[in-house]
């Protein structure tokens, strides 16, 4: 069983910036891959960003240039730092790791981008 927490969401005006954190219970290293999805009223959800276990990364097209993935392996925990974000942005942002048996989400935290 792996537990994942977000934090970091909040309310924060178009061109602001937010830093998500994702805690792991376990070593973020052990899992095929880690990433941010979100979800928007009345839309499906989506990958932002994503990072293998060797450290590879992938972003969503719309986010590219603005967001980063990043870990630090010593507290199991990964991060997004967004930035220049716009209202578009505004979704749940959920937390997903993926390992060779099963799939883990957090319980998402919520970005709100408005003036």
């Known amino acids: 069983q792996v537990q994942l927490v977000e934090s970091g969401g909040g309310l924060v005006q178009p061109g602001g910036s937010l830093t998500l954190s994702c805690a792991a219970s376990r070593s973020i290293v052990s899992f095929l891959r880690i990433g941010w999805y979100r979800q928007a009223p009345g839309k499906q959800r989506e990958l932002v960003a994503a990072?293998?276990?060797?450290?590879?990364?992938n972003y969503a097209d719309s986010v590219k240039g603005r967001f980063t993935i990043s870990r630090d392996n010593a507290k199991n925990t990964v991060y997004l730092q967004m930035n220049s974000l716009k209202p578009e942005d505004t979704a749940v942002y959920y937390c997903?790791?993926?390992?060779?048996?099963?799939?883990?989400w957090g319980q998402g935290t919520q970005v709100t981008v408005s003036s």
């Open positions: 990072m293998t276990g060797g450290g590879s990364t």
């Open positions: 997903k790791a993926i390992t060779t048996t099963l799939n883990y």
